[in-house]
């Protein structure tokens, strides 16, 4: 597998975590249950449907994704999942076009 392939199926695989959300929220997990859930549903994303993973199915219908959205897609779940911001809101509003 090359490195662009990993990059890109692990871009599917962060893109994941958003998906567990409900889950989290409805049980209202401790943090370590939150994190094994996250974790568990990014390499859930890895199980072969098929002959190929869900996330190449995702990334095959969304393409790459850049390394941009990845930070902060990335951010965005630690910050949900620990509730500190890694991007203060004051320096995210440079995102939002006026």
Same mark, same amino acid.
């Given at each position: 597998m090359s490195a662009s392939d990993?990059?890109? *199926?692990?871009?599917?695989?962060? @893109?994941?975590?958003?998906?567990?959300?409900? *889950?989290?929220?409805?049980?209202? @997990?401790?943090?370590?249950?939150r994190y094994a859930v996250m974790l568990a549903a990014a390499f859930a994303v890895f199980i072969p449907f098929g002959d190929l993973p869900a996330a190449a199915y995702l990334r095959g219908a969304t393409g790459d994704v850049s390394v941009t959205t990845l930070i902060l897609a990335g951010a965005a779940c630690i910050a949900w999942l620990t509730g500190k911001a890694l991007i203060e809101p004051r320096t995210g509003r440079c995102f939002v076009r006026s």
């Open positions: 990993a990059f890109g *199926l692990f871009g599917c695989g962060v @893109l994941a975590w958003p998906l567990s959300r409900p *889950l989290i929220h409805r049980w209202r @997990l401790p943090l370590r249950a």
